[in-house]
């Protein structure tokens, strides 16, 4: 696991190909990242399927209920066959544009 602090957004990448391994670690370290934004990078990880994917619903609920972003970069996936109710991006750009849009919609009150 690999975690880089930018500003209000903190990016955390899957390195062990482990999925769910790092899932239970990032829900072990949540305290460690609950006043940033997330973006969890799993692109380098080839096993990244569906239900990988769900098992980081809660946590994304949890941190998305607390007024917060969470993003999941994820390549290599038919995008629609995802969960609406969670943000799936092919590239860390499109996260940090997630996120950058997301803030500017808290700001204004939405």
Do not use: C, W
């Not at 829900?27 to 769900?54: C, G, H, M, R, W």
């Not at 946590?59 to 290599?76: C, I, T």
């Amino acid at each position: 696991m690999k975690v880089e602090e930018k500003g209000h957004t903190v990016i955390i990448k899957e390195t062990q190909g482990d999925i769910f391994a790092f899932r239970d670690k990032i829900t072990t370290e949540y305290n460690s990242f609950k006043d940033f934004n997330i973006i969890l990078d799993l692109s380098q990880n080839p096993d990244v399927d569906l239900k990988a994917i769900l098992s980081f619903l809660p946590l994304s609920n949890k941190h998305r209920k607390a007024k917060k972003s969470f993003v999941l970069v994820v390549s290599g996936i038919d995008f629609n066959d995802m969960p609406e109710e969670m943000i799936i991006v092919p590239t860390l750009l499109e996260g940090n544009d997630i996120i950058e849009m997301e803030e500017i919609e808290r700001d204004l009150g939405f």
